[in-house]
């Protein structure tokens, strides 16, 4: 069999094992999405009440019995790292349950972004990170 060339990092990979590296100030998070990594402040009052009224929301009118998770850090593509606000995954799956800090989107229901500073981020670019991981709602 014929040896492979060494194959250089790219771009990407560099960027992508920079990030995982990355370990921001306590209370800030961190995500890689599109080539791009966001640092954010945690979240204030109005935010918190915001998904907090999603939740019981989802709860109360969910056909299926949901597991909730605030800012889990989701892998939706293999260059990007994204913590939506709520994560929804069908309790029976049991996805959250020794989860690694990153998580691939298999399985999940429904993410959600409360936006506020950034809006064309959680709108459009995360939106279109979800949509190709597959995520449904």
Sequence with gaps: MTPMPHQPPTQKDL????????????????????GEIVVSPPPDGDHEHCLSRLVQQ??????????????????????????????????ELGLFQDAEPWMPCDGVAM???????????????KRHCYARADIPL
Excluded: C
């Design 58 to 91: 989802v709860y109360r009118h969910a056909k299926t019995d949901m597991q909730f998770s605030g800012n889990k850090g989701l892998i939706p593509g293999p260059t990007n790292r994204a913590i939506p606000d709520a994560t929804f995954v069908p309790r």
């Design 111 to 125: 993410v959600t972004e409360v936006t506020n500073a950034r809006p064309h981020r959680d709108r459009v670019t």
């Design 15 to 34: 960027l992508l094992e920079s990030f995982l590296t990355l370990e921001p100030p306590e209370g800030l998070r961190a995500e890689l999405i599109e």
